[in-house]
């Protein structure tokens, strides 16, 4: 296997314990925000020529957002790395029980090309901060970035404990055949199958972050034009290469025919009225996807957009009307800048349309009355949720980022990210002495004894007597 | 097989419907789960005597009492486990609602074992209730008689579609594993623990799987042995050794090994009498097929104590090997029976360098009068869980999360853990439609004041004390209004 040689090199800083001492994880983290302070440029370069992505963008997502999760891990990781002590029962009381954070070993991180710096840089801070090696196999897709990653992250991580590996699709295979001691993939839901099943050859715990259909309900109570900001902004960031973006809109269709109106002026305040020369506006990240994309057109009618142009991978910003069900923009996630409006008679049969379906990674609501966005939440389920916005929940560190069902399993973020990649040891601490007690507990049996062992061990509920 | 698709899919019907949400609903199922615990208690007993040779007393402190606890602690703690949790928020969503929201994950699999059988089916069942999903129960085929009184007592208490009870052996529980869950989890071996998951793959379905390994037990020569022998032999031999925390071999220095086979010897007498057959307190092995395999494990070891068998009633006697050879057949595999290796080591640190070349166990024990070296093993050796100077114990301990890592498995359950096991903690926020003021920064055209601002709003290098929350909150007023005014 190529790749034996540099796992077991990993392994063997692994068991020399170089990577327990918070000292060490905190330079580790330290560097980390080095290299995007003195990469910022490079990085805001490499994802231009990977998928246009327009600077702003980089700079929140792959350079702001990330060293956002730095500093909460910087700030809070002796906290999180402390050992939990737990409530005891009456029989434990004179003994030491508590939550032991121990890192996994050797873990593997393996990113996609939408966000290519964010996706595996929020992922490996949590993996540094609890203690584990690192191997990081960024996307091949985003080619720059991969360039980028694979020739200066070694200048700033211990070469030891910490490796990227440069790999296409056969070569991943072979890198799964390796044992791993966690797994955290971002990605497709088909290929998540596959790193699960290569994952359960070695009982290897994972997260993986995948993705799905993100509908988003518009009630006919609403402010229009801030809805459609917001869901036009949601859309068409990174132009539309999002896991998290709304997908699809279901409203009425008198609100159709409102929104129409409003996101067209929304797209006209964002990207001027020629988006393709906007330079806030990206592009499709390579051929195969654009071609993909393009099809999906012939969806609806087009309102808005449309335009293609296959040598730059321009796809406009786009909004398709009356779709059905049955189009091809319904059969799989969009992952560009389309945004298909389905026409729905009634919030109840938005929420239908919605269960029927496989659970996505978020669900948007948008209403003025709080109490539609309720029960949507409440008569629905996702990864996520947001109320009148999109994409925001992600950016809140202290909300846990994940999905459910086939959009994902795991969540992370903040001390999410830490606990993703910590195994919570139960650990208690006896005391040698009062073995008089213990007697209760050993045979011979007796009716006596256990009345007795009863009274000692059981949780009582609340309003009956105890003996203490 | 047809059966296994009506069974999962009533059973998601039910869930669809909406009404094991209610809390209401959960109480009134964890009710009649209790009410069942106690109005059959002797039922159950009857049971798992019959598969384990298992006195009452040991019956119900092991599997009776851990599931009344259970009961207990959920139905006290399900209105605060199930409700929304607020957490912190940062400038930008100050004014906005953010928390995080338990929810069900739908329809889950719990797959027992047959060694606990009543307990290892219960407890994660309470759990999962709790956390408001369908569940599918499906006991070890293994220790057929609780088997069979789980698949006819659940449908006389609990809703009959939402917690059916499916019964069979291998063929049926690869066909189950075929149906798509939301969650499962599955207590037994490791090698089987892999088939699960790979079956749990092809839908996406997160897992909890509690297997086993071997469970090393460290003695330091600095400890009082008679304690430990004693607390030791406890955990050792009950349920027969078939217990998957049961300290699997012991790690000595040489001086010490003929006093600890000693103490064992005088803590069996004193628990099993002269005759061990004859104690009602001692179990037998489960099945022939496992009796032979533990009998195998004995060919060209020491036997300092023990090793009398019994085929036709499954009875192993508490045996002792001594000298035992790392690379010997009883140190390959989980032993899961009567019998305790000793191997001698020189020191700590040659203990922690044999348990780390291993595969990770599930519970590992180090006894010593030292704290620091009890310390010292814990922090250089990775495990499930842990117990110092005892064995067994943090099984007992409900605010303990009960798992394996590596080979010995992934997840954890017990208590409030088994709630969080079973929920989707999914994220909520929820934003005012009509404050567009600070959303401005973040829509295109871009420009510099707006990446400058951006940055204001989302890095938080700072220390956040109460005072600096308010300095915080006010410039946080005053930032908004100058940029409604700038970008208005």
Same mark, same amino acid.
């Given at each position: ?47 231009? /020529? ?5 600077? +702003? ?57 939408? #966000? ?7 992922? /490996? ?30 200048? #700033? ?90 997908? #699809? ?21 964002? +990207? ?22 393009? !099809? ?19 796809? !406009? ?11 091809? !923009? ?22 239908? +349309? ?84 213990? !007697? /209760?507990? #050993? ?26 | ?12 019907? %039910? ?14 199922? =964890? ?27 040991? %019956? ?67 759990? %999962? ?6 569940? $599918? ?9 609780? %088997? ?58 997160? $897992? ?49 090994? &003929? ?19 004859? &104690? ?49 057949? $009883? ?36 006894? &010593? ?48 853990? &088994? ?55 006010? =410039? ?13």
């Amino acid at each position: 296997n190529p790749y034996a040689g540099l796992v077991n090199h990993l392994r063997a800083a692994w068991l020399s314990g170089k990577t327990r001492p918070m000292e060490y994880r905190m330079a580790q983290l330290e560097a980390l925000g080095r290299f995007l302070d003195e990469k910022k440029q490079d990085i805001l370069e490499a994802t231009a /020529l990977d998928m246009g992505k327009p600077s +702003f963008e980089a700079y929140f997502t792959e350079i702001l957002l990330c060293k956002n999760e730095l500093n909460d891990t910087l700030n809070n990781l002796s906290h999180w790395m402390k050992d939990e002590h737990v409530d005891k029962n009456l029989v434990m009381q004179l003994d030491s029980a508590f939550i032991r954070k121990d890192p996994y070993g050797v873990v593997l991180i393996i990113a996609p090309w939408n #966000y290519p710096i964010h996706l595996f840089l929020v992922p /490996l801070i949590g993996a540094i901060a609890a203690g584990n090696c690192v191997v990081v196999k960024p996307s091949e897709i985003a080619k720059n970035t991969e360039r980028l990653v694979a020739e200066m992250l070694s200048c #700033y991580l211990d070469n030891d404990c910490f490796a990227v590996v440069t790999a296409g699709v056969q070569e991943t295979t072979r890198l799964l055949e390796n044992k791993f001691d966690y797994i955290f993939f971002t990605g497709t839901p088909s290929v998540g199958r596959i790193i699960m099943t290569a994952a359960a050859k070695h009982l290897t715990p994972v997260t993986l972050e995948l993705g799905g259909k993100n509908p988003c309900y518009v009630s006919d109570t609403c402010e229009v034009q801030n809805v459609a900001r917001r869901v036009a902004w949601g859309r068409f960031f990174n132009a539309g290469q999002t896991c998290v973006a709304p997908d #699809y809109v279901l409203c009425s269709v008198e609100m159709q025919e409102k929104l129409m109106p409003a996101l067209r002026e929304a797209i006209t305040e964002f +990207f001027g009225s020629n988006p393709r020369e906007s330079p806030d506006f990206g592009r499709i990240v390579g051929d195969k996807q654009f071609r993909r994309i393009r !099809a999906l057109l012939c969806s609806g009618r087009v309102a808005i957009g449309g335009q293609t142009d296959e040598k730059e991978r321009y796809v !406009a910003p786009t909004v398709l009307a009356d779709v059905l069900p049955s189009d091809p !923009a319904m059969q799989e996630e969009i992952f560009g800048p389309i945004l298909p409006i389905v026409v729905v008679a009634n919030m109840d049969e938005a929420i239908d +349309f919605i269960n029927a379906r496989p659970r996505p990674l978020a669900i948007y609501a948008f209403s003025c009355d709080s109490k539609v966005v309720n029960q949507v939440l409440e008569r629905t389920s996702s990864g996520g949720f947001c109320g009148n916005d999109t994409l925001m929940h992600t950016a809140l560190t202290s909300l846990p980022f994940g999905g459910i069902g086939n959009s994902g399993l795991g969540k992370y973020h903040g001390k999410f990210t830490f606990d993703t990649f910590t195994h919570r040891r139960g650990c208690l601490h006896r005391n040698m002495g009062l073995e008089a007690l213990n !007697a /209760l507990r #050993y045979p011979p049996y007796s009716q006596q004894k256990l009345g007795l062992l009863s009274a000692t061990f059981e949780v009582k509920r609340k309003g009956m007597c105890t003996l203490l | 097989m047809e059966r296994m698709k009506e069974v999962v899919g009533r059973a998601r019907a %039910a869930f669809n419907s909406g009404r094991c949400r209610s809390l209401e609903f959960r109480m009134q199922q =964890l009710k009649a789960l209790e009410r069942m615990v106690q109005e059959k208690e002797k039922e159950i007993l009857a049971a798992i005597k019959a598969d384990l040779h298992k006195c009452g007393h040991n %019956a119900y402190s092991h599997e009776i009492l851990g599931v009344l606890g259970e009961l207990a602690l959920a139905m006290d703690k399900l209105p605060s486990w199930a409700a929304p949790q607020p957490v912190k928020r940062n400038l930008l969503t100050m004014r906005d609602e953010a928390y995080i929201c338990p929810e069900p994950l739908g329809v889950v699999l719990i797959i027992g074992a047959w060694n606990y059988p009543f307990v290892l089916v219960m407890q994660p069942l309470v759990g %999962a209730i709790a956390a408001g999903n369908a569940v $599918v129960v499906k006991p070890s085929e293994i220790s057929e008689n609780t %088997a069979r009184l789980v698949a006819d007592l659940l449908p006389q208490y609990l809703d009959r579609e939402l917690y059916p009870v499916v019964t069979g052996g291998v063929p049926e529980t690869t066909e189950l594993l075929t149906q798509r869950f939301d969650h499962i989890l599955y207590t037994g071996s490791s090698a089987v623990g892999k088939i699960v998951m790979a079956a749990a793959a092809k839908h996406l379905t997160p $897992v909890t799987l509690e297997l086993g390994g071997k469970s090393p037990c460290y003695i330091d020569k600095d400890c009082d042995l008679a304690v430990a022998c004693r607390r030791i032999t406890w955990g050792k031999y009950m349920n027969c050794g078939q217990t998957c925390i049961a300290p699997d071999y012991i790690l000595c220095d040489p001086s010490i090994q &003929s006093k600890v086979v000693e103490n064992i010897k005088t803590t069996l007498q004193e628990f099993y009498g002269e005759d061990v057959k004859s &104690s009602p307190d001692y179990e037998r092995i489960i099945n022939r097929r496992h009796f032979r395999r533990i009998l195998g494990l004995l060919e060209g070891q020491k036997i300092a104590h023990g090793g009398e068998a019994d085929e036709a009633s499954c009875f192993i006697a508490p045996t002792i090997l001594t000298d035992v050879s790392p690379e010997s057949k $009883v140190m390959e595999e989980e032993i899961f029976g009567p019998v305790l290796p000793i191997l001698t080591v020189k020191s700590v640190d040659e203990a922690i360098e044999f348990i780390n070349r291993r595969e990770k166990p599930l519970a590992l024990y180090v006894f &010593s009068n030292n704290k620091k070296l009890i310390k010292r093993v814990i922090s250089e050796t990775s495990s499930g869980g842990v117990t110092g100077n005892d064995v067994i114990m943090h099984f007992f301990l409900s605010t303990l999360p009960f798992g394996g890592v590596g080979n010995s498995g992934m997840g954890a359950y017990h208590g409030k853990h &088994s709630f969080e096991t079973f929920s989707h903690r999914r994220a909520c926020l929820i934003k005012d439609l009509k404050m567009e003021g600070t959303n401005k920064l973040r829509y295109p055209p871009s420009s510099q004041k707006k990446v400058d601002w951006a940055r204001f709003f989302l890095l938080k290098r700072f220390n956040k004390g109460r005072a600096g929350l308010v300095i915080l909150a006010l =410039l946080g007023i005053v930032a908004a209004v100058v940029v409604k005014v700038s970008f208005g």
